[in-house]
C-alpha cells in the first residue's frame, strides 16, 4: 500500500472525475430528451407507430453498451461515417439512455389507470392536450425513481468510454497505473469517488421511492 | 471511384465464416451468466437473511457490501480483481476473476432485491405460521421465504438479464465470450461493421428469448397461486 502514491495522482484523477461528470450530464441531457420524446411518441393513436417505436427500443435496449460503442466507434468508419472517439462515446451513450429513458417512461404511463384516457376523452381533448395535460403530469411522478436510478447506472457506464480511449475517470486511472504500476490502490481510489458522486442519487431514488409508496 | 457510404462494399461472408466462432461466444456468454446467476442467488439469499438479524455486526457489514458494490462502475470492480488483487498476491485467471466479479455485483443487487422481497410478506404470515406450531426456521423455510422469492422473481429476472449485457465487460480481462470473440474476429478480417452487427444481432436474440421466457415463468407463477 503506497498512500504517497495516491495523494501524488489524486489531482490527475479529479481531472478524470471532471471530465466523468461533465460526459455524464451531457449524455443525460441529450439521452432524456430524446427518450421523454420516443416514450411518449409509443402511446400515439396510430397502432403501427408505437408498436414499431415498442420494438426498436427492446431491440437496442438488448445490446449491451460497450458492443454499442465498439459498433459505432470501429464499425460505422467502415460505412464511411468515422467519428473520433469523444463524439462516439457520446453518441453511443445518448442512444443507450434514449432507449432506457423510453422504457421508463413507458412504465409511468403505463400506470396511469385508464379512466383518466377516458376521463380526458370525453372532456374532448385531443392527444397531444390529453399527454401534455393530464397523463405525463401524473406520470412523471412516478418516473422520479426509476430514471434517478438509470442515472446512477450510466454515471457508472460512462467508465466504458475508457475502453475506446475517451480521457475521462477510469481511463486517467488506466494512465495513472502505467506509470506507478499501483493498481490496487489506484483502482480502489477510483472506486470511492465513483461511490462519492453515485451514492447520494441512489439515496435520493430510494427516498423518492418512500414517498411515492406513501399515501399522497 | 467516389467515396462515401455508397462506396462500401458488404462482406457478408465474413459474418458466414466467424459465424461458428460467434455461436461458440455467444454460448460461453449464456454459461457465464447462467452460472454467475446461481452463485449470486445463493449469495444474495443468504445475505438477505443476514440483514434480518438484528444487533451485531452483520447488518451493517451486509448494508456496506450492498451500497459499495451497486454504486461503482463493474469495469472498475472486474479490475480491481484482475490487476488489482495480483498486487496483494491474490492472482486469479481471467475465467475466475471475471466471474467472481459478475457474481459480487449481481449478489449486492439480489441481495436488495430478496430483503426488499422479505419486506413485502405481510407480518400475519409469519405469526400464522409460528400459530400452527412451526419452528422459526420452519416458518422461514415452507412460509415467507417461498413467498418473498415469488414477488422478488420479476427484479431478478430484469437482473438476469443485466447480468447477460453485463458480461460483455469481462472481454476486457480476456475471457472468450460473445464479445470477446466479435473483436478478435473483426480486428483480424477488419470487416467491423458486419462483424459487429453480427454479435449484437446475437446478443437481441439471446435477450429477446430470455425475457420471453421470464415471463411466461412468471405468468405460470401468477397462476399456480
Not at chain 2, 451497486?70 to 488483487?85: A, C, M, S
Not at chain 2, 449478489?107 to 407480518?123: K, S
Amino acid at each position: 500500500m503506497s498512500a504517497r502514491v495516491v495523494l501524488e495522482s489524486l489531482p490527475y484523477l479529479l481531472r478524470g472525475t471532471l471530465v466523468t461528470v461533465g460526459l455524464s450530464l451531457a449524455v443525460i441531457a441529450l439521452g432524456t430528451a430524446a427518450g421523454l420524446t420516443l416514450g411518449v411518441l409509443r402511446f400515439v393513436p396510430w397502432r403501427g407507430v408505437g408498436r414499431g417505436i415498442g420494438w426498436a427500443v427492446e431491440v437496442v435496449r438488448a445490446v449491451p453498451l460497450l458492443l454499442l460503442m465498439f459498433f459505432i466507434f470501429f464499425g460505422l468508419p467502415a460505412i464511411g461515417v468515422g467519428l473520433p472517439t469523444l463524439p462516439a462515446a457520446v453518441l453511443a451513450m445518448s442512444l443507450w439512455m434514449m432507449v432506457n429513458t423510453a422504457e421508463v417512461v413507458r412504465g409511468g404511463i403505463q400506470s396511469i389507470p385508464t379512466g383518466q384516457v377516458e376521463a380526458a376523452r370525453s372532456l374532448g381533448l385531443g392527444w397531444v392536450p390529453m399527454m401534455r395535460h393530464v397523463i405525463v403530469p401524473q406520470a412523471v411522478r412516478r418516473m422520479i425513481p426509476p430514471f434517478v436510478g438509470l442515472c446512477t447506472i450510466l454515471i457508472k457506464d460512462t467508465s466504458l468510454a475508457a475502453i475506446i480511449g475517451v480521457f475521462e475517470l477510469t481511463r486517467a486511472a488506466q494512465e495513472t497505473i502505467e506509470r506507478t504500476l499501483r493498481s490496487f490502490e489506484i483502482y480502489t481510489v477510483t472506486a470511492a469517488i465513483y461511490f462519492v458522486i453515485c451514492f447520494p442519487l441512489t439515496r435520493l431514488a430510494q427516498r423518492a421511492e418512500a414517498r411515492l409508496a406513501r399515501p399522497s | 471511384m467516389t467515396a462515401g457510404p455508397t462506396a462500401y462494399s458488404f462482406a457478408w461472408s465474413a459474418v458466414w465464416r466467424g459465424l461458428p466462432y460467434l455461436l461458440q461466444g455467444a454460448a460461453f456468454t449464456v454459461f457465464v451468466s447462467a452460472l454467475a446467476m446461481v452463485v449470486a442467488v445463493a449469495l444474495g439469499l443468504v445475505l438477505a437473511a443476514l440483514t434480518e438479524v438484528r444487533g451485531g455486526l452483520a447488518r451493517p457489514l451486509v448494508r456496506a457490501y450492498v451500497e459499495v458494490f451497486r454504486n461503482t462502475p463493474l469495469l472498475i470492480q472486474i479490475f480491481i480483481v484482475y490487476f488489482g488483487l495480483p498486487q496483494l498476491g491474490w492472482r486469479l485467471s481471467p475465467f475466475l476473476s471475471g466471474l467472481s466479479a459478475l457474481v459480487l455485483y449481481a449478489a449486492a443487487y439480489n441481495a436488495e432485491i430478496f430483503r426488499a422481497g422479505l419486506e413485502a410478506v405481510p407480518r400475519g404470515q409469519h405469526e400464522a405460521a409460528r400459530s400452527i406450531g412451526l419452528s422459526e426456521l420452519g416458518a422461514l423455510r415452507f412460509v415467507i421465504v417461498p413467498q418473498a422469492i415469488r414477488i422478488a422473481f420479476p427484479a431478478l429476472g430484469n437482473n438476469l438479464v443485466s447480468l447477460v449485457k453485463n458480461s460483455s465487460l469481462v472481454s476486457t480481462i480476456g475471457m472468450v465470450e460473445l464479445m470477446f470473440v466479435a473483436n478478435d474476429i473483426a480486428f483480424n478480417n477488419f470487416r467491423t461493421f458486419e462483424i459487429y452487427g453480427a454479435a449484437a444481432l446475437l446478443y437481441v436474440l439471446l435477450v429477446l428469448a430470455l425475457t420471453r421466457a421470464l415471463h411466461l415463468a412468471e405468468r405460470r407463477m401468477a397462476r399456480a397461486r
